[in-house]
């Protein structure tokens, strides 16, 4: 029988146009989309991509294997908005608290999907670094990278999902800049946090004045000028094209993402943490920053 899971791979390569797409979609790398596919060219006994200078051009069997391809993930969709979506007479206001950058670089796309399942749902997205107090009710799900669990109250229901790596990232353009002989970059800092020890010395050390931002989106549109170096989460340095990991840095670890909760659950509640906790699994490579290859 075919692997869904390599026809995913198929998808996504077909309507990206690249292997390279494909893996940043799919938050893994290169050579797992071409090991997937490989399975399923064996399989069906054909070959489903041209390799051009221009990209992936799919070859008359992968032209017939794409329109089975679309129906099986249109069956896929409705098999999980009958399963997960089954009770649509769910009603009622569900408020997340999440960081910002989770919000718009990672979860939001889930989040629609999620409202489309259950349309009586009606969100509100708290995009804050504070913590709402659950208990008063400020918020119903927190989703947060938290460290240490033992610092969380007592009474919060907690779901340990992947680990957050993060990594420090300059432009290509920069990079390119530096590596010729150009000037060591300044450091980008946010909301008055300091350079880290190692980008005063060796290779990797940066000079002049810092420059500061006070919110996230400041903070890459600053680098992605070319400005310095900074650190971001692997999920928005990895997947961004203008940005290149710094040579030579190795990554840090911020901590789990948890899904929070009061101890006692609503039925929305439960239907929105089992969805986002399979979403937040299945992204556990990009998290970790093993999506880094775009060749």
Not at 81 to 96: A, E, I, K, M
Not at 213 to 222: G, V
Request: aromatic residues 8%.
């Amino acid at each position: 029988m075919i692997d869904w899971d390599d026809v995913r791979y198929f998808l996504a390569a077909a309507r990206g146009g690249s292997v390279r797409a494909a893996a940043k979609r799919l938050g893994v790398n290169h050579a797992t989309v071409l090991r997937r596919i490989a399975q399923l060219e064996e399989r069906l006994g054909a070959q489903m991509f041209e390799k051009l200078p221009s990209g992936y051009r799919l070859t008359a069997a992968g032209e017939e294997v794409l329109e089975f391809a679309d129906q099986m993930e249109a069956s896929s969709h409705q098999l999980e908005t009958r399963v997960f979506g089954r009770d649509q007479s769910v009603r009622g206001l569900l408020r997340v608290t999440l960081p910002p950058p989770l919000a718009a670089h990672l979860l939001m796309p889930d989040f629609a999907v999620f409202v489309r399942l259950h349309p009586g749902i009606e969100m509100e997205i708290l995009s804050s670094g504070e913590l709402a107090n659950l208990t008063n009710r400020e918020a119903d799900v927190a989703i947060r990278v938290v460290y240490d669990r033992e610092a969380l109250p007592l009474n919060l229901h907690g779901l340990k999902g992947p680990e957050l790596f993060g990594g420090f990232y300059m432009s290509g353009d920069r990079l390119a800049e530096w590596r010729a002989g150009g000037p060591d970059p300044r450091w980008i800092t946010i909301s008055g946090h300091g350079a880290p020890d190692w980008t005063h010395e060796g290779e990797q050390r940066t000079t002049g004045a810092p420059f500061r931002t006070m919110d996230f989106e400041t903070q890459i549109a600053a680098v992605r000028q070319g400005i310095g170096i900074t650190t971001l989460p692997c999920f928005v340095g990895d997947t961004d094209p203008l940005l290149e990991r710094a040579p030579g840095a190795n990554l840090h670890l911020y901590g789990p993402v948890w899904l929070l909760t009061q101890t006692r659950k609503t039925k929305r509640v439960r239907l929105f943490t089992e969805f986002v906790s399979r979403r937040l699994a299945a992204y556990a490579p990009l998290l970790a920053g093993l999506s880094i290859s775009r060749d």
